[in-house]
Structure formats: C-alpha cells, structure tokens
C-alpha cells in the first residue's frame, strides 16, 4: 500500500508542482512573459497532463486489484 501512496503523491503532487514552478521560472523570468499568460498557459498543461495521469492511473490500479483478487 505504501507504495501505491508514493506513486500517487509523485504523479499528482510533486511531479507537477515542479513543472508549474519550473515553468513559472523559465517563461516569466527567464523569457519575459507577461505572468497572467505564463500562468494560463502552465494551468493548462497540468489539466491535460491531469486527466491524462487519472486514466492511465486508473487503468494500472485497477489491474493490479484484478490481479491482487485472483
């Protein structure tokens, strides 16, 4: 179970929390983006990296539960 706990904790939390603040460095600081674009811009990746992660997360659970029940 731990280990579930720490796949979820990287996918949904830490892996994107880097991101956006990486982004936010890269793009607002570094290029000299306007911030309202730059934060648009990270929030809309992380949604679509977000539902992607959820369906491949739950297609990988829900076939270690078959496998776990069998």
Known sequence: ????????LGYFLIFPLIF???FLLW???IK??????????ALSIIG??????SIIFS?????QVKF???
């Open 1 to 8: 179970m731990k280990k579930k706990q720490l796949y979820f």
């Open 20 to 22: 956006i603040t990486s």
């Open 27 to 29: 793009v607002s600081v």
């Open 32 to 41: 000299g983006n306007g911030l309202w674009t730059v934060m648009t811009d």
């Open 48 to 53: 679509i990296y977000y539902i992607l992660t």
């Open 59 to 63: 297609f990988v659970m829900r076939k």
């Open 68 to 70: 776990e029940n069998e």
